[in-house]
């Protein structure tokens, strides 16, 4: 592996994955167990109280754990996932998850990602658990 992968992981991975891609999801920086991407908030995004709804913030967080989790080219997915909403996001903010490796064992690995606004107050706290296969990601 080298230092290119977790960057060619998510190109490849944003190719099909269209829900992030509805997010509009951009990249900020990846490294092995490590993923930083953002979005803005737009109006679509919002529920009945004119805030983010929490599933979009789920997503953007689950998007940021699926990227870092699988940063190593294995094919890793979610067993398990929590969140907590300390603060609402609104129209036109920008949200920057940020996820990264607690652990890493052979068939498992627990990652935290926090999803913040663009002045860094935290808008979701998300800690997920993913089994990894025997699968690469990047065809060899």
């Given amino acids: 592996m080298n230092n290119e992968t977790p960057r060619l992981v998510y190109k ?3 190719s099909t994955d269209y829900y992030s891609q ?14 930083k991407i953002q ?6 995004m919002l529920n009945g109280f004119a805030i983010v709804h929490g599933g979009v913030s789920f997503g953007l967080a689950d998007s940021a754990l699926a990227f870092a989790s699988n940063s190593y080219n294995v094919l ?4 398990d996932g929590f969140v907590t909403y300390p603060n609402s996001a609104k129209e036109g903010d920008i949200l920057i998850a940020e996820a990264s490796e ?4 052979r068939r498992t690995a627990m990652y935290d990602v926090t999803v ?25």
């Fill in 76 to 79: 890793s997915l979610t067993l």
């Fill in 116 to 140: 913040r606004n663009q002045n860094g107050l935290p808008i979701a706290l998300y800690r997920a658990t993913v089994y990894k296969t025997k699968k690469a990601v990047l065809e060899e």
């Fill in 39 to 44: 979005m803005k908030v737009r109006k679509e």
């Fill in 22 to 35: 509805w997010l509009g999801i951009e990249s900020v920086e990846h490294k092995e167990g490590y993923c």
């Fill in 102 to 105: 607690k652990t890493n064992n």
């Fill in 12 to 14: 490849k991975m944003m």
